[in-house]
């Protein structure tokens, strides 16, 4: 039919109606559905379908091509089928060796179900045929027939699949209904689409959806060469890249200019590396990563990583330390200048410089500092390394979790880094360093790991000549390295990490003591600080005995330090306001700088009523002391605690009343009383087996109506049959005694040896009285013991 017969009569392709059939075989379609006017081959496979090719073909050879809704192999129901496709002849047909069967068809026109006839063995269906109208008027559809032309084109100039048959044809189609079904058939669109241009009976509808779908796929098409335009341009710059690099290397070869820096720079970390000589292993792992830099190309991933392991390896001191010469004399004046008093200490570490200088290969043991805050442990390990002429390094471990910090990150991980002790001789270069591992006892234990026991292999002798960091992945000799750990109380250090360490202890100083520190040090430091010349002012020697006591009562110096930086700050500011102040710091300058005295004297210091007693306690800042008090309630015997005491100080509470009770042998006194045991600054928590004897005296003392003897100050834990055992902590103890004028002190007789070892100047000006049982306490306490013993 000529394209100027259907202008003046689109209906007469509806009457082919006449010579189709009313009933014809169904061959259900899973993936896309056929156009009219299409000859194209189309695969059967073996079952059912093969015998209504066979019947079809016994006729006239019409079957009925229908789109899945679903892709099913079982029987299609006629809920899974659509209701309109196109009726098709069999030109011929192929029998497979598998069964199925290969048919060329010619597709014809589109069909609508009316009912299915037949569902097994053959799907028959009675069909109508509907008639192709126009919808619109004819310069519509030609309006829409040449837009769809020129989208068409435009997309045959994007997309490089299209083939000139396929533009030649859509030259030479010039009915619209073929047009739009042509162009729908070579677009790639999804299959419900496909079948919405099929049930468009209507030829308006039916260009104007494929219109839609063809621009979408247009757009697409674009969009999807611009992607490729970018990705081929950074191949091409890629490749463009790599030859440029070829041919520098090249030219360079030629001119004699040599490698690369980078791969002279690891040629000759190998060439170091075979000479000190290092383990075969080590060579043979760096000789691999070496051979894999120069491999790789240089805007890879993988560059990069083996580049910066590579760099960490040539930067580690692998060489053997050189033998330095220890001064004894040189290392005991630089502890004598740093450090003011402390001569048990400095002592100690005297005698490990000389054990390292009879016996340089000898690695000793792991110093720790235990001491309460401000007593300037860290200030002593910097000394240590001042004297042994060694590199300092200072790593805080304090509230680390992740046992990556110690050993480091495998190189798997992104971002992975070597650990901060493999970190740290890479920064001083030097094997021998002085590594401080401060806060030791703060270090705690998390979902990443246990870095306390990543510590042990750092930490013994034995072990750490060969240690491995993850990140590194080879063995490093650390045995050279001198560990110096800090810790305000060596309690919550593991046991196991703790026996390959040797402690040393730090107690707090004494008013004395940190008099004397201020003068020499503190007063020129904060003077200097803060802009000012410390010659030009003074301060008498009580007055920093006030400001010592009144403003900076604590074991170490840190506060006395802030305190005092507070004072000049405000000389400074009246200095730079030009504002009268007096040269001369007084007493009463004390009070306008920094305020009234935060601790007063005597106060809670003094037992001055039945049932208190003063004892001395120890805690992480140092020593303390504690009044305990007692009072008298409504009850029957029972005992009620005060003031955040821990399970140890309530047990020793409960040992005390029982041993009172049967001490006295009296038990009218307790029998419609209860006794209240507090102790003051209920805010701060308290522990520890030291206040048995303490607690005992305010017990009694309340019960028998008599104050303690005063200025006696106790320590000492007891047991129910009044035994006096010993006790830790005695030095801080009693220089929290004479920090608050305490002048005498009971405590265990089996804490002599330790008393022994505390130096003459600390022991100065008390009177000190080891006791075995608790009669000497009461003795010592009341005078005469008046009590109903047993």
């Not at 960490?312 to 630089?334: G, R, T, Y």
């Not at 010349?533 to 403003?551: A, G, H, Q, R, W």
Request: contains cysteine; glycine residues 6%; proline residues 5%.
């Amino acid at each position: 039919m000529e394209s100027n017969e259907f202008w003046e009569n689109p209906n007469k392709l509806a009457r082919l109606e006449d010579t189709l059939p009313k009933q014809i075989f169904l061959l259900p379609i899973k993936v896309r559905p056929v156009f009219p006017g299409i000859i194209t081959p189309l695969i059967v496979p073996p079952g059912r379908f093969i015998q209504s090719i066979e019947e079809s073909s016994k006729g006239a050879g019409f079957l009925g091509l229908i789109l899945l809704k679903e892709d099913e192999s079982e029987l299609p129901s006629e809920d899974n089928i659509f209701q309109i496709g196109v009726v098709a002849r069999i030109l011929k047909k192929i029998n497979l060796p598998d069964g199925g069967m290969n048919i060329l068809v010619n597709t014809i026109q589109r069909f609508k179900i009316n009912s299915i006839h037949t569902k097994e063995p053959m799907l028959i269906a009675n069909v109508a045929y509907p008639e192709e109208e126009l919808g619109t008027s004819k310069n519509n559809i030609k309006a829409l027939m040449r837009t769809l032309l020129i989208l068409t084109k435009e997309l045959a100039q994007n997309n490089p699949l299209f083939t000139e048959d396929m533009k030649l044809t859509m030259m030479n189609v010039n009915e619209p209904a073929k047009m739009a079904d042509f162009v729908c058939s070579i677009l790639n669109l999804e299959k419900e689409e496909y079948q919405s241009v099929i049930e468009a009976i209507h030829i308006n509808d039916r260009l104007e959806k494929v219109l839609l779908f063809l621009k979408k796929e247009i757009e697409l098409v674009v969009l999807q060469k611009k992607i490729q335009e970018q990705i081929n341009d950074k191949i091409d710059n890629q490749q463009r890249q790599f030859f440029l690099r070829e041919q520098l290397k090249a030219i360079q070869q030629e001119l004699g200019v040599g490698e690369d820096k980078t791969e002279q720079k690891y040629d000759k970390l190998l060439t170091r590396l075979k000479a000190i000589p290092v383990a075969d292993e080590i060579i043979v792992e760096v000789e691999r990563e070496i051979d894999k830099f120069k491999n790789s190309d240089p805007i890879s991933s993988d560059y990069n990583v083996i580049r910066n392991y590579l760099d960490l390896v040539d930067s580690l001191p692998w060489e053997k330390p050189a033998l330095k010469d220890i001064n004894l004399l040189h290392a005991k004046k630089v502890l004598n200048r740093d450090h003011h008093k402390l001569e048990d200490v400095k002592e100690r570490i005297l005698e490990f410089l000389a054990v390292h200088k009879l016996n340089p290969k000898s690695k000793g043991s792991i110093l720790c500092l235990v001491g309460p805050p401000g007593v300037g442990k860290t200030s002593i390990a910097k000394s240590i390394a001042e004297a042994l002429g060694r590199k300092f390094y200072r790593f805080s471990v304090g509230g680390v979790r992740d046992e990556a910090e110690i050993k480091g990150h495998r190189r798997t991980y992104i971002g992975a880094m070597p650990g901060k002790l493999i970190n740290a001789l890479k920064i001083t270069k030097e094997r021998d360093t002085v590594i401080l591992l401060d806060e030791i006892d703060k270090m705690s234990q998390g979902y990443q790991g246990d870095p306390q026991a990543a510590l042990l292999e750092v930490l013994d002798p034995e072990q750490n000549f060969n240690f491995r960091d993850h990140y590194l992945d080879l063995p490093f000799d650390l045995s050279d390295v001198l560990f110096i750990a800090t810790a305000n109380t060596f309690e919550p250090i593991p046991r196991v990490l703790l026996d390959r360490m040797e402690v040393i202890q730090l107690s707090g100083y004494i008013t004395e003591e940190k008099v004397q520190i201020f003068q020499k040090y503190l007063w020129s430091k904060i003077f200097i600080k803060n802009g000012l010349n410390p010659d030009s002012f003074s301060m008498k020697k009580e007055t920093v005995t006030l400001l010592i006591n009144s403003y900076s009562r604590e074991s170490g110096l840190r506060g006395l330090e802030k305190t005092f930086d507070k004072l000049v700050r405000k000389l400074a500011l009246k200095q730079v306001l030009k504002e009268k102040y007096s040269k001369e710091i007084r007493e009463k300058d004390l009070v306008e700088y920094l305020g009234p005295p935060p601790f007063v004297d005597d106060r809670m210091t003094i037992p001055k009523v039945p049932g208190t007693a003063l004892g001395l306690a120890w805690t992480n800042a140092g020593g303390s002391t504690l009044l305990i008090e007692a009072v008298l309630i409504p009850g029957k015997g029972g005992l009620t605690l005060t003031g955040q005491m821990g399970k140890m100080m309530e047990e020793s509470a409960n040992i005390a009343l029982s041993f009172v009770k049967n001490y006295l042998n009296n038990d009218l006194l307790f029998e419609k009383k209860a006794i209240h045991l507090h102790v003051p600054d209920g805010a701060t928590p308290k522990d520890g087996p030291s206040a048995g004897i303490t607690m005992a005296t305010a017990i009694l003392s309340l019960v028998t109506n008599r104050v303690v003897n005063p200025g006696f100050g106790m320590t000492g834990e007891l047991t129910l049959t009044g035994e006096v055992l010993a006790i830790g902590g005695l030095r801080e103890k009693i220089v929290a005694a004479k920090r608050v004028g305490i002048k005498k002190i009971i405590f265990p007789k089996d804490n002599e040896k330790a008393f022994q070892e505390i130096p003459d100047y600390v022991k100065k000006g008390v009177s000190f009285y080891p006791v075995t049982r608790f009669e000497e306490v009461e003795t010592l306490l009341f005078g005469k013991s008046k009590s109903k013993k047993r």
